[in-house]
């Protein structure tokens, strides 16, 4: 008997299967229909946007805000997206409109007035920035820490560093974990010489060895500097070893070789820097510890000489030079570093006081000149620099003269104060006929003071 297949088509000839099809298809036409007719969650939105414009996507964030924008009811959050976005592309007086729009809603208005400082800093308007700071804490002083941070880094921006130093104390009474206080703390107690405070504030930010690991150059070259001026050793030796091969500075990693005992690798990382010319100076700065640490007086003597002529104004090498003319019996030379560290001692403490006289004012540039004269002889060339900038900021009409001044400064060739000889010397100050030298050679010092302030934090985010 034969078997016959199945009928494959129903009533009206029509496949069973393509009525199937239809059925289908027609569910999925009008479910999609019914979601596109569906309001969309502007909320949803308005996040979905902020995360593109952080991660800088911004074709999406433009489709995204133009869907934001058919809220009428987030015209608000609309004005602080476009006020961010305007930030991006230096457009700030724009950015002030958008965000003085912003502010109008209560729920925004903590973060815009935030963004408007930050706009009003970068604009010069100092006093504006920093009203608007203080509108910004009053909303909520018991959440405003980011805001007290954004204002204590417009005081550091602009050289009043005290008053930054009250708010960032305000800030981490409250939140020792605060990194970004912290950090920038740390970076202001070096500016004042007082590494020891500047050591604690960076060791609270590398407390693992992940820490570590992920933590900005700027900081963790900052802690190295300071266990080095404070004579931690304990402390180089116990973190020397890990975080040795990130250092880039090859004066840096060589005077950490030195405090971990690593004397071997530490001759090596010598010879191997003697062979750039630029560095042949600072390295009889570590000739003379490695003797000394070697008991070898008489080649130490003879490096720290040559370290005390080639940088005049390093702290550090006269206090080498006390302790190795104290070994050698050398009455005279160890009296003439000793004047010559009390006078740079002299001066770092009038630097500090400049800074403490200029107090919360934000507008007179003749104490930061004052200031960044007073680095330039004491070597910290790049800190000088920062100075001026601020300086320059505040008196833009006195730009060529500043420049004037602080390149006549900068080329100057220093002598010492007081030569090993014995015999009082012409400071920078005093003589006005000293042969220049190059920027190179001014680089150089200044590297090899070791004493400015590597662990600048950036500007923190503009929300609580």
Wanted: with cysteine; net charge negative; charged share 25%.
């Amino acid at each position: 008997m034969s078997q016959t297949s199945p009928n494959s088509h129903v009533r009206g000839g029509v496949p069973w299967w393509l009525w199937i099809m239809i059925v289908v298809v027609t569910v999925v036409i009008g479910f999609g229909t019914v979601i596109s007719l569906m309001p969309e969650d502007p909320e949803a939105l308005y996040k979905e946007a902020s995360v593109q414009l952080q991660e800088k996507e911004m074709e999406a964030f433009a489709a995204t805000l133009t869907r934001l924008k058919k809220h009428p009811d987030y015209a608000s959050h609309v004005a602080l997206l476009e006020g961010v976005e305007a930030t991006t592309r230096d457009r700030d007086p724009l950015a002030i409109e958008l965000f003085q729009k912003a502010q109008e809603n209560e729920s925004l208005k903590k973060t815009a007035l935030q963004n408007l400082g930050t706009c009003y800093g970068k604009l010069g308007r100092y006093a504006d920035a920093l009203d608007t700071y203080r509108e910004a804490v009053a909303l909520d002083p018991d959440d405003a820490d980011a805001s007290r941070v954004m204002m204590a880094a417009l005081y550091v921006n602009v050289g009043a560093l005290f008053p930054a130093e009250d708010l960032l104390n305000q800030v981490l009474e409250g939140d020792p974990e605060n990194r970004a206080a912290r950090g920038m703390r740390g970076n202001l107690h070096m500016q004042l010489f007082r590494f020891e405070e500047a050591a604690a504030d960076f060791s609270g930010l590398l407390k693992t060895p992940g820490d570590r690991a992920t933590v900005s150059p700027d900081v963790l070259t900052g802690y190295l500097q300071c266990l080095i001026q404070t004579e931690n050793r304990e402390e180089l030796q116990k973190i020397g070893p890990e975080v040795g091969p990130e250092i880039q500075d090859p004066l840096l990693k060589m005077r950490v070789q030195l405090e971990t005992g690593d004397i071997d690798m530490l001759k090596v990382s010598l010879t191997e820097a003697k062979r750039a010319p630029d560095m042949a100076p600072p390295s009889a700065k570590i000739e003379a510890l490695i003797a000394l640490q070697e008991e070898k007086y008489a080649l130490a003597a003879e490096a720290i000489t040559q370290a005390a002529e080639a940088f005049p104004r390093d702290l550090e090498v006269f206090e080498t030079a006390i302790q190795v003319f104290a070994k050698t019996g050398d009455q005279q030379k160890l009296v003439a570093a000793e004047e010559n560290l009390r006078q740079l001692k002299d001066l770092q403490n009038s630097v500090v006081q400049t800074i403490r006289d200029i107090g919360n004012d934000i507008q007179n540039e003749e104490p930061r000149i004052q200031v960044a004269l007073m680095l330039v002889r004491l070597g910290n060339i790049n800190s000088a620099m920062r100075w001026l900038a601020v300086a320059r900021l505040m008196a833009p009409e006195r730009h060529n003269e500043l420049d004037a001044l602080i390149e006549k400064e900068v080329y100057r060739r220093q002598t010492i104060l007081v030569p090993l000889t014995g015999s009082p010397a012409a400071t920078p100050a005093d003589s006005e006929d000293q042969t220049p030298t190059s920027p190179d050679a001014a680089a150089a010092d200044d590297a090899a003071a070791g004493n400015d302030a590597a662990a600048g934090e950036k500007e923190p985010p503009a929300e609580d």
